[in-house]
């Protein structure tokens, strides 16, 4: 697939759909003649990348934006504008919860103070661990 020219423009907008965040420098200011862009990874790395100002439509060059690609934001191309045109957040291992997986402050309700077992909690759905909440507040059972 053909993708198009890519621009500091490009670069800012994959980082803030993304939830980069931006940083100060080591003097604690923001920098003059570059952006700079940190991201949290969930194995602990943390990822880091500068955009030279201004950031406008000024194309980046074919080896600098496979470096960036590769070593800044490591992603690949086609993920990089999934982000920048569709939205799309590049999947960066972040475990996705069930759709119906019980908010922890309710499983530990449910065990400490109902006194249910884990595994008990642990087969029931959303609704049935709140009813069983329910009745143990109304009830006491």
Do not use: N
């Not at 931006?22 to 955009?51: C, F, M, S």
């Amino acid at each position: 697939m053909t993708w198009p020219q890519p621009t500091r423009e490009d670069h800012e907008r994959f980082c803030q759909t993304e939830g980069w965040r931006p940083v100060r420098t080591a003097r604690g200011r923001t920098g003059t003649h570059r952006v700079t862009y940190e991201l949290d990874l969930p194995d602990g790395r943390i990822l880091r990348t500068r955009i030279s100002h201004p950031v406008d439509r000024s194309i980046y060059g074919r080896s600098i934006w496979g470096h960036l690609l590769r070593d800044q934001l490591q992603v690949d191309e086609a993920s990089f504008w999934a982000c920048v045109q569709d939205k799309v957040v590049p999947d960066r291992g972040m475990p996705t919860p069930p759709p119906e997986a019980l908010p922890a402050d309710l499983v530990h309700l449910l065990i400490s103070r109902a006194g249910l077992d884990e595994r008990e909690v642990a087969a029931m759905t959303k609704e049935e661990a709140i009813a069983r909440l329910h009745r143990y507040w109304i009830d006491g059972v």
